[in-house]
């Protein structure tokens, strides 16, 4: 297949050279910003894309689940109260891609923030896509966008200045551990970021950049 066939959906670059192929899909990585995608005509549509997503079942009850957003809570929460101190109830946050259980956001009244809850399939209300706000978390939710420069420009609109942006996402290594990498086999997965992708892009938005373990970042909009 040749990478011809479509542009880098963050940059839109046209350097794309072939990274990865397996029995399903080819994994293209972007020679400006390192984002390795998936071409369109390999993506699921809307309604076996949602199929997928029907399958997980995140619950507040899911101790586990809860454990797991913590890792991008717990960080973000200690970034906010650095900012604004310990009482965060005057703030307004937006969980973007919420999932069926808006878990995260349960996580965030437990310690007094506030967060509006948007997803495609389980919240679609764009009213709150029309508000500002002082944090935006995405948890696993980047790598299932196709248009990666559309849903940044969005966030960075909905976005507050002197606000932070929270997204977990694993992150792309080498070609070899690619490879073998379990996470590509999500066929819901179709954009894959690295340490490289995410520097490129908080250069490029004059956001300051955050990596923070294996899959949080946190980026500061000025």
């Known amino acids: 297949m040749s990478s011809t ?21 080819h994994y ?58 310990p009482d965060l109830s005057a703030l ?3 969980d973007f891609g919420c999932g069926e259980g808006a878990v995260l ?4 009244a437990d310690d007094g923030a506030v967060m509006a809850n948007y997803d495609l399939y389980y ?17 696993e939710v980047i790598e299932h966008i196709a248009d990666a420069a559309a ?10 200045p002197g606000g932070t942006l929270a997204v977990m996402t694993k992150r792309v290594l080498d070609a070899d551990a690619f490879s073998r990498w379990h996470y590509k086999n999500d066929v819901t997965h179709i954009c894959f970021y690295s340490d490289e992708t995410f520097h490129w892009l908080a250069k490029r938005q004059g956001w300051h950049c955050d990596l ?11």
């Open 5 to 25: 066939s479509y542009c880098c959906p963050l940059c839109h670059s046209e350097q794309l050279f072939l990274f990865c192929q397996d029995k399903r899909r």
């Open 28 to 85: 293209f990585r972007c020679n400006v910003c390192a984002l390795v995608s998936v071409p369109p005509s390999q993506h699921l549509n809307a309604e076996a894309e949602k199929a997928q997503y029907d399958k997980h079942d995140n619950s507040v009850a899911d101790e586990g689940y809860k454990t797991f957003l913590r890792r991008t809570w717990t960080p973000l929460k200690s970034c906010l109260q650095q900012g604004y101190g």
């Open 92 to 94: 307004q946050g937006l």
């Open 105 to 108: 956001s349960q996580l965030a």
């Open 123 to 139: 919240h679609p209300d764009t009213q709150v896509l029309e508000g500002r706000y002082d944090f935006i978390t995405m948890t």
């Open 151 to 160: 849903i940044i420009d969005k966030l960075d609109t909905l976005l507050k």
């Open 212 to 222: 923070i373990g294996a899959d949080v970042v946190l980026l500061h909009k000025p």
